[in-house]
């Protein structure tokens, strides 16, 4: 089935979002230092208080999704609400200036409250694009996102980065809708949620490990902490737009249909 025009801009613009260069090379294009350098920098101590921080943030983020998501109400007939991605963005940058000013002893505060904010601001994208917040399967999808937007394969080859990440994340949340489905909210701790929280949490990590190097930067500061968090969810903002852009044109012309154009215009872009 051939896209139409509209719809084919809209998987460009999805292309571009899911195969742009990884949060780090953003953060080094404003610190003005290569963010392999920053990490360098960071105490010997940051990587388990990063996994502890992206953790806890997934968790929050996941209990976030389940228990007020579908509060929103059904979608109405005519087109959905744009997404308030300024308002957000605002909010997330207030949050950072607070990162920025204490640094890797406040990420365990402020990145629970940060990821809050992006996962509202996820799930604004994702019922823009038309998907219903009512359903388990995209309200833990919501969640996904911040799975997706880690670097990795996706910045040689388009098809084994974004489709490859999310096939392995939609296992663990199709598992987890399943424990849902049969249990509700009763056992948190049920290993199909586990599983789906490690799987995140271990890519998130490698952003927020970014994030921390960025803000340790000598002289940012309070100021600094709100630039680097605007761009993070500026990032993940853009990954939650083309993911639930791709999996509204599957609704309506079939997986296959777009992984073959998403497979064309991946390569005329790259």
């Not at 979002?17 to 010997?44: D, K, Q, T, W």
């Not at 219903?132 to 999808?141: C, S, T």
């Not at 002289?219 to 761009?231: F, H, P, S």
Request: glycine letters at 10%; one cysteine or more; proline letters at 4%.
């Amino acid at each position: 089935m051939t896209l139409h025009a509209a719809d084919t801009l809209a998987l460009t613009d999805a292309v571009r979002a899911l195969e742009r260069p990884s949060v780090g090379a953003r953060f080094a294009n404003v610190v003005g230092s290569p963010i392999e350098h920053l990490i360098g920098m960071l105490p010997a101590r940051a990587s388990s208080v990063i996994a502890a921080a992206a953790r806890k943030a997934i968790h929050g983020a996941l209990n976030l999704s389940l228990r007020t998501l579908a509060t929103n109400g059904p979608l109405s007939h005519g087109a959905p609400p744009p997404s308030s991605n300024g308002w957000h963005k605002a909010a997330s940058a207030a949050s950072g200036a607070l990162g920025g000013a204490f640094g890797l002893v406040a990420l365990g505060v402020e990145l629970p409250v940060s990821t809050t904010i992006m996962m509202r601001s996820i799930a604004d994208v994702a019922r823009s694009e038309g998907a219903d917040l009512a359903d388990r399967q995209v309200q833990l999808e919501c969640v996904m996102v911040l799975g997706l937007g880690g670097p990795g394969a996706a910045d040689d080859a388009a098809e084994v980065g974004y489709f490859a990440v999310r096939e392995a994340m939609t296992r663990a949340v199709s598992s987890a809708a399943s424990h849902l489905a049969r249990h509700g909210l009763a056992k948190e701790g049920a290993p199909a949620l586990v599983r789906l929280i490690t799987l995140i949490a271990e890519h998130y990590s490698v952003n927020v490990t970014e994030k921390a190097a960025a803000q340790l930067v000598p002289l940012l500061g309070a100021v600094g902490g709100a630039a680097i968090n605007t761009i993070f969810i500026d990032h993940f903002q853009s990954v939650a737009r083309g993911h639930f852009v791709v999996r509204r044109l599957e609704r309506q012309y079939g997986v296959a249909a777009v992984r073959e154009k998403y497979r064309e215009l991946a390569a005329q872009l790259a």
